[in-house]
């Protein structure tokens, strides 16, 4: 295994590195070559502009949530991710690394996902480039996104169920890594958020960071200074992706929000910097939730793109470094934050994102009463692919 620890650009302070077989180093380092000269090409941001722009929609509205922000007492803005092509964030960052992918001439892509946002944004992205495209996924997985799994197959993907462990996006990450590794020089492995071996981390945040930016300028033009930034953390992406435009503005406090599951007490949450503790996972050092033996402990989630026992590592720094709070969500908090936002603002928004739209009624209520501040929300995803469980739930029927 190669732990690098003498190349700093691997790492956020104590985390990240390069934790995979030596055969996969080359991998990682064309990657990263063909990374920054597609950087410095004005011809590769071009395009990938020209496609966000006039294929995505971009730029997403950043929308005053009326009603929400008189539940609340606060001035609530909403990042419209939901309005996406392909109803999620993924897109920024699938379109990005396929791009990348046909650049550096490979004929074939393959990805892990969970709640199968990520998995559609790449079949998306293949779909249209012109190239092959497997999509790893756990069973339990496809059973609750039916709806994505089709939309997959539909544009040509080939879904691969995974039924290893929980059958979740831990295993299904695993079962990608292990696909890439034995086909390393023929395919590109689009990794879906802000996790796994250096350069990933950084290369997701980049494409990702579009929405940051954005939601600097729109609130800028509105005059608006923003005191609150809250996004859904699992891997990380769509919330490192909102919060670099703001890291280095120490006036804006920002807020990871992470899975509590049935609740931290309990084993069943996949609260990673709540309760995990330093380890390495999927070729990362950062927070794990494992057991006292070091082995990766279960974690649960109503959320099929939360339940992950890590954190990408630029989150993990953030955490110990006190920039971002992170607090975790249960369940129950997410869903009825989700009816609230349905029925309140007619924005049905994807579990994940409910999560996030969950942590309003906890920062509420703590800041200083008859002053409303400026809190703005990454609504991430938007909840098609979700009605399955929201009816499950609704209808009393017990849904795991």
């Not at 046909?102 to 946002?117: F, L, S």
Request: hydrophobic content about 40%; aromatic content about 8%.
């Amino acid at each position: 295994m190669n732990n690098n620890h003498k190349n700093n650009k691997a790492y956020y302070g104590n985390f990240g590195g390069q934790f995979v077989p030596e055969t996969a180093m080359f991998a990682l380092t064309s990657l990263e070559n063909a990374y920054n000269e597609a950087k410095k090409d004005p011809s590769f941001s071009e395009q990938l502009n020209d496609l966000l722009k006039n294929y995505v929609g971009r730029p997403t509205p950043l929308y005053y949530a009326k009603n929400l922000s008189q539940h609340y007492q606060h001035h609530i803005y909403l990042k419209r991710e939901d309005l996406n092509h392909t109803g999620a964030h993924k897109i920024n960052n699938a379109l990005g690394q396929v791009l990348l992918a046909k650049r550096m001439g490979k004929k074939k892509v393959i990805a892990e996902t969970g709640a199968g946002q990520h998995g559609v944004a790449t079949a998306t992205a293949a779909a249209l480039l012109g190239l092959e495209c497997n999509i790893y996924m756990g069973a339990t997985d496809i059973e609750r996104q039916k709806l994505n799994v089709f939309r997959m197959e539909l544009l040509g993907a080939k879904v691969v169920a995974i039924t290893d462990g929980l059958q979740t996006l831990k295993e299904a990450t695993t079962a990608a890594i292990q696909a890439w590794v034995a086909q390393i020089e023929e395919v590109f492995y689009v990794i879906g958020s802000a996790v796994g071996p250096h350069p990933y981390p950084a290369i997701v945040r980049d494409f990702q960071s579009v929405i940051g930016n954005e939601t600097q300028q729109q609130l800028a033009t509105l005059g608006i200074k923003p005191q609150h930034i809250i996004a859904c953390v699992g891997g990380g992406s769509n919330a490192i992706g909102i919060f670099s435009a703001f890291l280095n503005d120490p006036s804006v406090k920002l807020y990871g929000v992470e899975a509590g599951g049935k609740g931290i007490d309990t084993d069943e949450h996949a609260a990673s910097l709540t309760l995990g503790k330093e380890g390495i996972i999927h070729g990362m050092k950062t927070y794990v939730l494992q057991d006292k033996y070091g082995q990766i402990s279960p974690v649960h989630s109503i959320s099929a793109g939360l339940d992950y026992p890590g954190v990408g590592p630029q989150h993990a720094h953030l955490f110990q470094s006190g920039r971002v709070t992170y607090a975790p969500i249960t369940d129950d908090e997410a869903m009825e934050a989700l009816l609230l936002t349905t029925q309140q603002e007619g924005i049905i928004p994807a579990i994940e994102s409910a999560h996030a739209l969950a942590y309003l009624s906890k920062l509420c209520p703590t800041l200083p009463a008859g002053q409303p501040q400026n809190i703005v929300v990454n609504v991430s995803g938007r909840g098609d692919k979700d009605m399955h469980t929201v009816f499950s739930i609704l209808k009393n029927e017990h849904y795991d």
